[in-house]
């Protein structure tokens, strides 16, 4: 999705430059939407399995050198995904001062403690919304708005597009990034981990007991 190149189109929702809120959808090709997107696989594993083998592989699909961790942080954006299993990189990014974009099908453990849009934005596992999630704080992509032929007065420093970045767009952003980050500190700290697992074993050994109704918790 990320890597594709095609003029196939798809619906993009965003706020038109107006005293107003008012909101507008438009069709534009994924290889102008993508221009906002920098995703990549840093490793090809069995590409023999795959349909034309490796050639195919990297013609499909693009591959770049892996990113470490801490160079993450210097983006407004970080998206978390899951990969071979769930992906264990979201602690870290609720750490940064960065906006988690996450979307998983694993049930994890803080699942029930956090709240999707407080302290992070919520993606579908289709990754369908990614584009307008983008658009509804910073704005449709340059490249979109010249594909629409997008015309409005000079804004700042004469950048013609500026009027198209959402107002509080980065304050809406900062928003989710600082309570995130004070979840993380209070909630999803390394403690609180080790009481989940401690609890899960105790749990996991009263159910694997002959005598688990003994080792049931009563008041």
Known sequence: MASDNSSTPRPLTFALPTPTPT?????VPLSLLNTVLDAAFTKALSPESYPGGLPALLSAHRFADAVPLGAHWSHKYL????????????????ASDSVPIKATVYAEFWESWIEP?????????TYDEIYNIYAYFSGPPRAALEYLNASVPQGE????????????GDRRLRRIARAGKQWKRSVGRPVDMEVY???LALEWARICADDRDAMGFVL
């Open 23 to 27: 909101y507008t959808t438009h069709a």
């Open 79 to 94: 998206l978390d995904i899951d990969g071979m299993a769930y992906s264990a990189r979201f602690m870290a990014f609720l």
């Open 117 to 125: 849009w407080l302290h992070y934005i919520p993606l579908s596992s």
């Open 157 to 168: 420093g004469g950048d013609k597009y500026a009027a198209w970045r959402p107002r509080d």
């Open 197 to 199: 697992v401690y609890r």
